[in-house]
């Protein structure tokens, strides 16, 4: 949700001589807006715990199959205040049928962009990232639900990350969404 770039409040003389129902809904009015902003600011939160309709288990997947997980662990928790949205997870699988290059799956789509701004990093358990590479991030991929993981090194090129069969990821990535989704 966005905030509205203009408001607008009726006039007493719409209300024809009845200043309590003015008074009523101007007062309807302001605590609307302010309910908004106050959501905007403070943000809303999806985790796995929820008992409602919001929750978010993060899931993985593979670029050529999407292929099937067995997860030991799934946390996630999501905090999105306006169209910024952090996630932060905890994966863990022992075992996976999915070919191509790891990704996890967004609960927001991410926002159009010519280049990739949006990485965080990765902490990881079990994982060969192959010779020279010694670490990983994760990259927000725009107009898709994707997080792509990708390894890197001093002496070799950044590249994605191909599906392992078991392993840990932990990361956290911050990107900006799009509104009214």
Known sequence: MTLPTDIFFQKPEDFENDPKRFLNDFIFQLQSMYEQIAQNVNGTIRNYADVDSSEWIPTLAGTSSAGSFTYVNQ??????QGIMTDVFFDVSWTASTATGNLYLELPYIVTKSAGKPFVGPIQSSTLNYGAGFT??????????????????GTTVATSRLAVPSVGQILGHCRYIGVSDE
Do not use: F
Request: proline share 4%; with cysteine; charged share 10%.
């Open 75 to 80: 946390y996630g928790w999501v905090l999105r």
């Open 135 to 152: 670490a990983l991030n994760c990259t927000a991929i725009p107009s898709t639900y994707h997080l792509e993981i990708w390894k890197s």
